[in-house]
C-alpha cells in the first residue's frame, strides 16, 4: 500500500489510447483466451472481481493513483473519461475506504466510459446497479477515507500486481481482468484468435462424438511427456 507516487499531483492530458477498431475486435474474446494466447498479456491478480453494474468492459485505462482512501482525484477523473474508456484506480488495496460511488460512476456513464476497476474498495452498489456500468473491486465500504490528495492522473499505476499504464486495453468478465500493453493489442488479438479457432475446433469434434482427450490431442502430449521422463510405455 503506497503513501506516495513519483508523479503525485500530476494531471496529464496526452492521449495514449490506442485504434478503438482494435480494442472493440479484443472485446469480443473473453479474459481466458486472452490470458491463454501466450502474447504480452498480465493477468491481474486474485481478489479484484466484479460487484455491481454489467458483467463485463473492456476499453483503455483512464488511471488513478490516489493516497489509499481519499477521493480527491477520482472526483476529478471523469472530466477526462472518453467514450470507451475504462477507469483503472489505484488505491493501493485499502479495503476500508471506498475511492468510488453511484456518483462518480453516474458521470462516468455520461462520459461514455464502458467500465471502472478499483484496487480497493467502492460503495453505493445498488446507485451502481442503477448506473449499469461495470465495476470491479476488491470489496464494498460504506465509508470514504479523506478527501486532501495526493493523487495522480493518467500516470502508471498498479492493479492487483499488474503495471497499467494510460491507454493499455484493460479487459473484465466473470474469471478476472487482464491488460495488454496499448503498443501489443493486434499482436495479442490475432493470438488471441487462434485460441479462440483452436478451442471452437476442439468442441465441434467433441459434439462429433469424440473425446476430450481425443479432440485435444492430449493422449499424444502425454506420451511424449512419458518418453522425455524416461517413463516405459505399456
Same mark, same amino acid.
Given at each position: 500500500?503506497?503513501?506516495? =507516487?513519483?508523479q503525485?499531483?500530476a494531471?496529464?492530458?496526452?492521449d =495514449?489510447?490506442?485504434d478503438p477498431?482494435?480494442?472493440?475486435?479484443?472485446?469480443?474474446?473473453?479474459?481466458?483466451?486472452? +490470458?491463454?494466447?501466450?502474447?504480452?498479456?498480465?493477468v491481474?491478480?486474485p481478489?479484484?472481481?466484479?460487484?455491481?453494474?454489467?458483467?463485463?468492459?473492456?476499453?483503455?485505462?483512464?488511471?488513478?493513483?490516489?493516497?489509499?482512501?481519499?477521493?480527491?482525484?477520482? #472526483?476529478?477523473a471523469?472530466?477526462?473519461?472518453?467514450?470507451?474508456?475504462?477507469?483503472?484506480?489505484?488505491? !493501493?488495496?485499502?479495503?476500508?475506504?471506498?475511492?468510488?460511488?453511484?456518483? /462518480?460512476s453516474?458521470?462516468?456513464?455520461?462520459?461514455?466510459?464502458?467500465?471502472?476497476?478499483?484496487?480497493?474498495?467502492?460503495?453505493?452498489l445498488?446507485?451502481?446497479?442503477?448506473?449499469?456500468?461495470?465495476?470491479?473491486?476488491?470489496?464494498? =465500504?460504506?465509508?470514504?477515507?479523506?478527501?486532501?490528495?495526493?493523487g495522480?492522473?493518467n500516470?502508471?499505476?498498479q #492493479?492487483?500486481?499488474?503495471?497499467?499504464?494510460?491507454?493499455?486495453?484493460?479487459?473484465?468478465? +466473470?474469471?478476472g481482468? /487482464?491488460?495488454?500493453?496499448?503498443?501489443?493489442?493486434?499482436?495479442?488479438?490475432?493470438?488471441?484468435?487462434?485460441?479462440?479457432?483452436?478451442?471452437?475446433?476442439?468442441?465441434?469434434?467433441?459434439?462429433?462424438?469424440?473425446?476430450?482427450?481425443? +479432440?485435444?490431442?492430449?493422449?499424444?502430449?502425454?506420451?511424449?511427456?512419458?518418453? !522425455?521422463?524416461?517413463?516405459? #510405455?505399456?
Amino acid at each position: 500500500m503506497s503513501k506516495s =507516487h513519483p508523479q503525485q499531483w500530476a494531471i496529464v492530458t496526452d492521449d =495514449h489510447r490506442p485504434d478503438p477498431a482494435s480494442v472493440a475486435t479484443l472485446a469480443t474474446f473473453p479474459s481466458t483466451q486472452i +490470458a491463454d494466447c501466450g502474447g504480452p498479456v498480465a493477468v491481474v491478480g486474485p481478489g479484484i472481481a466484479r460487484l455491481a453494474g454489467g458483467t463485463g468492459f473492456c476499453g483503455p485505462a483512464l488511471t488513478v493513483w490516489t493516497k489509499p482512501g481519499d477521493i480527491l482525484f477520482v #472526483l476529478k477523473a471523469p472530466d477526462l473519461a472518453r467514450e470507451g474508456d475504462v477507469l483503472v484506480v489505484d488505491g !493501493g488495496g485499502r479495503t476500508d475506504a471506498a475511492v468510488l460511488g453511484d456518483i /462518480v460512476s453516474s458521470v462516468l456513464s455520461r462520459a461514455g466510459a464502458v467500465g471502472t476497476v478499483v484496487d480497493g474498495a467502492v460503495r453505493d452498489l445498488d446507485g451502481i446497479d442503477d448506473v449499469g456500468t461495470p465495476t470491479f473491486a476488491r470489496n464494498a =465500504h460504506p465509508a470514504t477515507g479523506s478527501n486532501e490528495g495526493p493523487g495522480a492522473i493518467n500516470v502508471t499505476v498498479q #492493479l492487483g500486481g499488474v503495471t497499467v499504464r494510460p491507454g493499455d486495453v484493460v479487459r473484465g468478465d +466473470a474469471s478476472g481482468v /487482464v491488460v495488454v500493453p496499448r503498443e501489443h493489442v493486434d499482436e495479442v488479438v490475432a493470438l488471441t484468435r487462434a485460441v479462440d479457432e483452436r478451442e471452437s475446433a476442439w468442441l465441434e469434434t467433441i459434439r462429433g462424438g469424440a473425446s476430450l482427450s481425443a +479432440a485435444t490431442g492430449i493422449d499424444d502430449v502425454i506420451r511424449e511427456k512419458r518418453r !522425455g521422463a524416461g517413463v516405459e #510405455l505399456p
